[in-house]
């Protein structure tokens, strides 16, 4: 082979050389910019994750809060059944108390009756009361 054509051929392979090195240029701008945009996004997430643990702190915050409600409301319906068992004791005490008033009512009427029932018949016995009725 000739100088010229090894020259030739030296040229032709830098000129390949060349074209590849542009396009490895290339690639790497490609590569700088999308690990640019994975830093970006990493700092997102960054600070994506921080609002959720704030958000999380909050969450935790609040379930407390409701846990404590909770005891206060289970505490509220305890003292609610104890006042709604002693008012069922009283009502029932009251009902058997009017019960026996009641009873005891009923049975002084009766007895009422009866000695007026009694009188009755006896006057109603003694022909001399009531000329009237001879």
Known sequence: MT???VLNLILSEMQGMKTDIRTFKSDMQDMKSDIQNLKTD???????????????QDMKSDIQNLKTDMQDVKSDIRK???????????LKQ??????????????LVL????????????????????????
Do not use: F, G, Y
């Open 94 to 107: 009251t009902e058997r108390n009017l019960r026996k008033e009641i009873h005891k009512e009923c049975s």
């Open 3 to 5: 100088d010229n054509e």
């Open 42 to 56: 990493m700092q997102d997430m960054k600070s994506d994750m921080q609002n959720l643990k704030t958000d999380m």
């Open 80 to 90: 609610l059944n104890v006042r709604v068992d002693n008012l069922e004791s009283q």
């Open 111 to 134: 007895n009422e009756v009866e000695r007026v029932h009694t009188i009755l018949d006896k006057h109603k016995a003694d022909k001399t009361m009531h000329p009237a009725w001879l």
